[in-house]
């Protein structure tokens, strides 16, 4: 008996917009009006991952930033899991050695060390995913993501990482070259320290080993005395992959990569056909038979 569902954001409950359709809000009110209960699960801060939420009307725990901190429904924070800060140092150093762009999502807010930089990411991100799209799109994407996320800048992240009362809950760092990439990933095989995965084909994420969203998912229906056979998880990246796979049904987004959707019991529609109101209305026949 379903229980539980999980939901990934961006590329999942998210259009291209990076807005939720008024189908799939109306998929998650019928889910809870039935007594199943719903979680965001997503490499988003809070309050970044909370605003699509409430454009819609829904007000939803939320686990953030892979999986490093649990939100309940009235903002109580439920569970937190912060990297160690020898472990960011040596993340900051090899990407600075391989001209790698980074951000960095902490107690004290998100930081990043350029904002020229940031913005050519972003371009370089929505040019890449959509060739067509306008200069005038193109200027909104960018400021919207800028008013999200609410990233300061520093030069100086050494001082930032010897900050005594910093907490650093994810490091995201993009690269346009898949060499780069790999040559970070080798860097980290042996360390046990870390958790890479990734959101995109341009990016790496860094977190503290028991900050994955599966953890995360695992440790919240535990704690409503639900097992993971009952809870449905749906997503779209390889961040997404630890829940997919202990979710009793995982199910791939049509716009997920091959792997991903291998890797999971079901795929529904792509996220620009409210591939998650199809999911749960799918789930919710199976359930009312």
Do not use: W
Request: overall charge negative.
């Amino acid at each position: 008996m379903l229980k539980l569902i999980a939901t990934d954001l961006d590329g999942t409950l998210l259009n291209e917009r990076g807005n939720v359709s008024e189908e799939n809000a109306e998929a998650i009110r019928k889910a809870l009006s039935q007594g199943i209960q719903v979680i965001v699960a997503t490499g988003r801060s809070y309050d970044a991952a909370n605003q699509p939420l409430q454009e819609v009307g829904l007000t939803l725990p939320i686990i953030s930033l892979n999986g490093a901190k649990t939100y309940s429904q009235d903002q109580t924070v439920l569970r937190d899991k912060p990297m160690q800060l020898s472990v960011c140092k040596r993340i900051q150093s090899i990407c600075e050695k391989e001209d790698m762009y980074f951000e960095v999502f902490t107690n004290k807010g998100i930081y990043s060390i350029s904002r020229d930089d940031f913005k050519q990411v972003i371009i370089d991100i929505m040019i890449t995913a959509h060739p067509n799209i306008s200069r005038e799109e193109l200027h909104v994407a960018v400021d919207q993501r800028f008013q999200d996320e609410k990233v300061q800048f520093t030069n100086d992240f050494d001082h930032l990482f010897n900050d005594l009362d910093l907490s650093v809950y994810k490091i995201l760092a993009f690269s346009l070259s898949d060499e780069v990439l790999q040559r970070v990933r080798n860097q980290f095989e042996e360390d046990s320290n870390v958790k890479i995965t990734s959101s995109g084909s341009i990016n790496l994420e860094f977190n503290d080993p028991q900050a994955q969203k599966g953890i995360a998912l695992s440790l919240f229906a535990k704690s409503m005395s639900i097992d993971m056979k009952d809870v449905m998880a749906l997503g779209d990246n390889y961040n997404d992959l630890s829940m997919l796979t202990l979710a009793g049904r995982g199910v791939a987004m049509g716009n997920a990569d091959e792997a991903i959707k291998k890797q999971c019991d079901f795929t529904t529609k792509v996220n620009n056909e409210h591939g998650v109101a199809h999911a749960i209305e799918e789930m919710l026949k199976e359930v009312n038979v």
